[in-house]
């Protein structure tokens, strides 16, 4: 099992930047993609961003956030970052992490494991 933890969300003011972060425990030999995702109010989960576990492609993610997030990972702390920059009220959302087996770093169904979610918040 892999289990994933979130943190690092609050309330920030358009403009502004967060970084979240998500720890990976359990067997991460087992990860070969961990990812991001976020989730708004009445809307379906959404791929954000994606990382090769141990090495290799990192992928941006929608045209909305191209430029603004940057995904990186530090594999001597088990943990995988997502920088947010120039913030809008459109990002408000829960941000997740999860946890691949597979190549297929786009679809939610994809990943094996997820963790509990962290709100953001961007105020106008």
């Known amino acids: 099992q892999v289990q994933l933890a979130e943190s690092g969300g609050g309330l920030v003011q358009a403009g502004g930047s967060l970084t979240l972060s998500c720890v990976v425990n359990?067997?991460?030999?087992?990860?070969?993609?961990v990812g991001w995702f976020r989730q708004a109010p009445g809307k379906e989960r959404e791929f954000v961003a994606a990382?090769?576990?141990?090495?290799?492609?990192?992928?941006a993610a929608a045209d909305s956030v191209k430029g603004r997030f940057t995904i990186s990972r530090d594999n001597t702390k088990n943990t995988v970052f997502l920088q947010m920059t120039n913030l809008k009220p459109e990002d408000t959302a829960v941000y997740y992490c999860?946890?691949?087996?597979?190549?297929?770093?786009?679809?939610?169904?994809?990943?094996?494991?997820w963790g509990q979610g962290t709100q953001v918040t961007v105020s106008s």
């Open positions: 990382s090769r576990w141990n090495g290799g492609s990192t992928y």
């Open positions: 359990g067997r991460a030999s087992s990860v070969y993609t």
């Open positions: 999860a946890s691949s087996a597979s190549f297929n770093y786009r679809a939610a169904p994809s990943y094996d494991y």
